[in-house]
């Protein structure tokens, strides 16, 4: 059974940083596609960034050049550094997790961790 254990959420001031990260277990295999999604109340899931296997990152417009995101793919984490947090950047952020096994592709999520950002 795999698993995603997010740590690092909080409260933070407007200006400030955090840094989450992300640890997957249970599975024998590597992942494809590791990354952050957040979701604000009242609004849907959205795209935060997300790394390939080989490294390439691709972020929301909305956070690049402020938020950088990393994996280790021997360990199974990913970890999302934010920077120049904004009071619009209030989410819970949910890690995710792609793996494709016997041409199925399979969808992982954490539990989510609380961000928030007061003005």
């Known amino acids: 059974q795999v698993q995603l254990v997010e740590s690092g959420g909080g409260l933070v001031q407007a200006g400030g940083s955090l840094r989450l990260s992300c640890a997957a277990s249970?599975?024998?295999?590597?992942?494809?596609?590791m990354g952050w999604f957040r979701q604000a109340p009242g609004e849907q899931r959205e795209l935060v960034a997300t790394?390939?296997?080989?490294?390439?990152?691709n972020y929301a417009k909305s956070v690049k050049g402020r938020f950088t995101i990393s994996r280790d793919s021997a360990k199974n984490t990913v970890d999302l550094q934010m920077n120049s947090l904004k009071p619009e950047d209030t989410a819970v952020y949910y890690c995710n997790a792609k793996q494709q096994r016997n041409y199925v592709l399979w969808d992982y999520w954490g539990q989510g961790t609380q961000v928030t950002v007061s003005s």
């Open positions: 249970g599975s024998r295999f590597g992942f494809n596609d």
């Open positions: 790394i390939t296997s080989g490294g390439f990152r």
